[in-house]
């Protein structure tokens, strides 16, 4: 009687599934290194992302305080319909001030917390004497992250504010 041909799960198998074995084997090897190198390239990000969700160019400024004192910055400009990273990596305070204005004058997001600011670029050290140190001063509102180590916040007419801004 002539003996059956092995089967590939038992004892040897044939040339043509060994090969297909080594192929799948490296298949699946070169899948795991990609995830690998995907996961050590890409960290999740952490920052202050402001989203803008009104038709026109806005300008943003934040505030903070971190281990030396309080920091104000600005200006990001950010596009209509899109978000950017104002603060990037982990947050360093809970607590976040910004101030942000329509390029064409037709809102503003301010409160009552006042950091100096600058018509320029800027990055102030401290709040106390702007006008005296050659400054602005602007309305700031608060943004309570919770500690999060990353946070977002979306700016649209409908959040707006219409606040005065204070006097020298």
């Known amino acids: 009687m002539p003996k059956a041909q092995p089967t590939l799960f038992e004892g040897r198998t044939s040339r043509a599934a060994r090969r297909w074995m080594n192929a799948w084997a490296f298949s699946i090897s070169l899948v795991g290194l990609n995830l690998l ?46 978000c950017a990273s104002v603060i990037e990596g982990d947050l360093v305070s809970r607590y976040f001030y910004v101030h942000a204005e329509n ?14 600011t600058s018509s320029k670029e800027f990055r102030i050290e401290g709040l106390q004497n702007c006008f005296s140190r050659g400054y602005e001063k602007a309305g700031f509102f608060e943004v309570d992250t919770g500690e999060q180590k990353s946070w ?6 409908k959040n707006r504010s219409e606040q005065d801004t204070p006097s020298q």
């Open 37 to 82: 190198a995907l996961a050590t390239t890409n960290p999740a990000r952490a920052d202050l992302r402001v989203c803008n969700d009104t038709q026109a160019m806005v300008g943003v400024a934040v505030g903070y305080r971190n281990k030396t004192g309080w920091i104000s910055e600005g200006w990001w400009r950010i596009p209509a319909e899109t």
């Open 152 to 157: 977002q916040v979306r700016l649209s007419p």
């Open 103 to 116: 390029e064409n004058g037709s809102g503003r997001w301010r409160g009552p917390v006042f950091l100096c």
